[in-house]
C-alpha cells in the first residue's frame, strides 16, 4: 500500500498525489487504455481496481459481465 502514487505514461509523469486522486477510473482509462470500476475494500478501505473490458486477442475486446 502507498499513500503517494506516481502514475507514468509513455516514460512521462501523467498524474501523481494521494491514491484516492490518482487511482481513479478515469486516470487508469487515460494511461493503460482499460475500463475499470475503482471501489473500496471492505476491510481495509483501500481502493480495488476491477477491470470492465478484456482483451482477446489483438485489439479484440469482450466485455465481461
Not at 31 to 49: A, E, R, S
Not at 52 to 60: I, M
Request: net charge negative; glycine share 6%; charged share 20%.
Amino acid at each position: 500500500y502507498a499513500d503517494h502514487l506516481i502514475m507514468l505514461k509513455a516514460g512521462e509523469i501523467y498524474t501523481q498525489g494521494d491514491v484516492n486522486e490518482v487511482f481513479t477510473a478515469s486516470n487508469l482509462k487515460a494511461v493503460f487504455d482499460v475500463d475499470t470500476h475503482i471501489m473500496n475494500d471492505p476491510k481495509t478501505n483501500n481502493p480495488i481496481c476491477v477491470p470492465l473490458t478484456h482483451r482477446v486477442s489483438g485489439d479484440n475486446i469482450r466485455q465481461i459481465g
